[in-house]
């Protein structure tokens, strides 16, 4: 049986860990965004079909570019961030389906009798996956010492525009990424306990 995580590391994927708003000024290198992918990519998806396409904007330019594309005060959060993730979903997930996974044809899944992708399987498959990989980069990013800030506010299209076009791959969600600063977060909000939202059947 596997040794349980102790309660430091609990507290750092989990009990202390928080979404922040600001930075220190320090940087995030290569090293450590190709070490959240090479955690992040052993957590599961459907038939192994990892749908979750990653652009790091680390540039000025591209941080900027991608500020202008988002609502309010994330603005400044992405422009200010080492690194901001766009974590997108490609809608061709299926096209890599011999190599990830070759034990069945699973690409024929995702194919309807016409021979045309089946639209609102994929994106449901594209959408759920690209989200558990989101989480995964979440969890990877804290385990390697790094905060990250998880948004929605944001205009899909105008990212997919602007960082996708050519391709098949849809934003999902942003998050920005560096060595949170303590004074840019909230007191922890409420949690609901186990009995208020679970229920065991």
């Not at 202390?16 to 220190?24: H, V």
Request: overall charge negative; aromatic content about 12%; glycine content about 6%.
């Amino acid at each position: 049986m596997a040794e349980l995580l102790s309660e430091q590391g609990l507290d750092l994927l989990f009990r202390e860990a928080r979404s922040y708003n600001g930075y220190l000024d320090k940087p995030v290198s290569e090293e450590q965004l190709r070490q959240i992918w090479d955690l992040m990519k052993f957590g599961p998806t459907s038939a192994n079909l990892f749908p979750a396409r990653i652009v790091w904007c680390v540039s000025q330019d591209a941080k900027d570019k991608l500020s202008k594309l988002v609502s309010g005060n994330n603005e400044e959060k992405v422009r200010k961030a080492p690194v901001t993730a766009i974590i997108g979903m490609d809608m061709a997930f299926y096209d890599h389906a011999p190599r990830l996974f070759p034990v069945s044809d699973a690409r024929s899944w995702f194919m309807g009798a016409d021979g045309a992708p089946n639209a609102p399987l994929v994106q449901a498959t594209a959408m759920r996956n690209s989200s558990l990989q989101g989480a995964y980069f979440i969890f990877a990013a804290r385990a390697l010492g790094l905060d990250t800030g998880p948004m929605s506010g944001f205009d899909n299209d105008a990212v997919d525009a602007a960082f996708f076009a050519g391709t098949t791959v849809k934003s999902n969600f942003i998050s920005t990424l560096g060595y949170g600063d303590p004074a840019t977060i909230f007191d922890r909000l409420p949690r609901p306990a186990f009995e208020e939202f679970t229920r065991i059947a």
